[in-house]
């Protein structure tokens, strides 16, 4: 694999992009392109790469769009010669054997705000295995030593505009940490807007969250639609500094995105288990 694919590969694993590999696998007689090709395509349509161009190569990105809404690799052989029906006006004279396969998509996880809550949950979240993305307006706190490598950070001075463009699914997290209040109102509102993210969830004091949602509300945005954001974040775990407060909230996200009631698992044990447990 070329360093260019395998980068652009790492960057839509980075930004919870989902996207498929295509391989020209095998060859046989006259083709635009040799075994080994590989091409990039992404869920909006985007690609990066080409594996011979016109019907053929369109063909190819309807099959890679069904793989990633499947889950499923396909493996698929394209006549190129007038001879056949399917050659689609092809005149190479070959066939192409294509491998697509859908790349997993780590869930996405965006914080907006950078400081040290923010630090702490990043570097948590990554090791939970999401797609980390970090959005601040102060640059020098984006990037080594704050944040992984690994982790997208983009400089931007709100939030609206990213949280309206990214496309969300069920398996995502976005956490409002940022230092100012009217950041946190805006970037709220436009995910509210917006929605699909599976946890939607905003760090503050009580006063903050009511100010906030009483605000929200005048616009018109209901109760119960306030009502499905996590606010103030975090399981009342007695947390204080912030690398307690992100397993705090790591530990809510989780909870809410894989559907769990957060018990303590001991409660699991029948009630005499529990009983012989706290003896002895």
Same mark, same amino acid.
């Given at each position: 694999?070329?360093? &260019?694919?395998?980068?652009?590969?790492?960057?839509?694993?980075?930004?919870?992009?989902?996207?498929?590999?295509?391989?020209?696998?095998?060859?046989?007689?006259?083709?635009?392109?040799?075994?080994?090709?590989?091409?990039?395509?992404?869920?909006?349509?985007?690609?990066?790469?080409?594996?011979?161009?016109?019907?053929?190569?369109?063909?190819?990105?309807?099959?890679?769009?069904?793989?990633?809404?499947?889950?499923?690799?396909?493996?698929?052989?394209?006549?190129?010669?007038?001879?056949?029906?399917?050659?689609?006006?092809? %005149?190479?004279?070959?066939? #192409?054997?294509?491998?697509?396969?859908?790349?997993?998509?780590?869930?996405?996880?965006?914080?907006?705000?950078?400081?040290?809550?923010?630090?702490?949950?990043?570097?948590?979240?990554?090791?939970?295995?999401?797609?980390?993305? #970090?959005?601040?307006?102060?640059?020098?706190?984006?990037?080594?030593?704050?944040?992984?490598?690994?982790?997208?950070?983009?400089?931007?001075?709100?939030?609206?505009?990213?949280?309206?463009?990214?496309?969300?699914?069920?398996?995502?997290?976005?956490?409002?940490?940022?230092?100012?209040?009217?950041?946190?109102?805006?970037?709220?509102?436009?995910?509210?807007?917006?929605?699909?993210?599976?946890?939607?969830?905003?760090?503050?004091?009580?006063?903050?969250?009511?100010?906030?949602?009483?605000?929200?509300?005048?616009?018109?945005?209901?109760?119960? #639609?306030?009502?499905? #954001?996590?606010?103030?974040?975090?399981?009342? %775990?007695? &947390?204080?500094?912030?690398?307690? %407060?992100?397993?705090?909230?790591?530990?809510?996200?989780?909870?809410?995105?894989?559907?769990?009631?957060?018990?303590?698992?001991?409660?699991?044990?029948?009630?005499?288990?529990?009983?012989?447990?706290?003896?002895?």
């Amino acid at each position: 694999m070329s360093e &260019a694919i395998h980068r652009l590969l790492l960057e839509a694993s980075r930004s919870g992009q989902a996207c498929a590999l295509a391989t020209v696998a095998m060859v046989t007689g006259s083709v635009p392109r040799e075994a080994g090709t590989k091409m990039v395509i992404f869920e909006d349509g985007r690609i990066a790469g080409t594996i011979g161009g016109g019907k053929f190569e369109s063909l190819v990105i309807e099959e890679a769009q069904k793989a990633m809404a499947t889950g499923k690799a396909i493996l698929k052989t394209y006549p190129l010669h007038e001879a056949s029906e399917e050659s689609f006006g092809a %005149i190479c004279g070959g066939e #192409v054997t294509v491998f697509i396969e859908p790349q997993a998509r780590a869930p996405f996880f965006c914080l907006v705000g950078a400081g040290h809550c923010a630090q702490a949950l990043a570097k948590l979240a990554l090791e939970c295995g999401f797609a980390v993305t #970090v959005l601040d307006d102060r640059a020098d706190l984006l990037g080594l030593p704050h944040f992984d490598s690994s982790i997208r950070c983009l400089s931007e001075p709100t939030a609206e505009a990213f949280v309206r463009s990214h496309k969300w699914s069920k398996r995502d997290a976005l956490i409002l940490v940022s230092r100012n209040y009217h950041l946190d109102r805006e970037a709220l509102a436009a995910a509210l807007e917006k929605g699909g993210m599976g946890y939607l969830g905003m760090i503050g004091s009580k006063k903050k969250v009511l100010n906030v949602f009483d605000e929200l509300s005048k616009r018109g945005i209901s109760r119960e #639609v306030l009502a499905s #954001v996590r606010a103030p974040v975090g399981l009342n %775990i007695g &947390a204080d500094s912030p690398a307690e %407060i992100a397993v705090s909230v790591l530990a809510e996200i989780i909870m809410v995105l894989r559907a769990a009631d957060g018990r303590p698992l001991c409660e699991s044990l029948p009630a005499d288990r529990q009983r012989q447990k706290i003896a002895s």
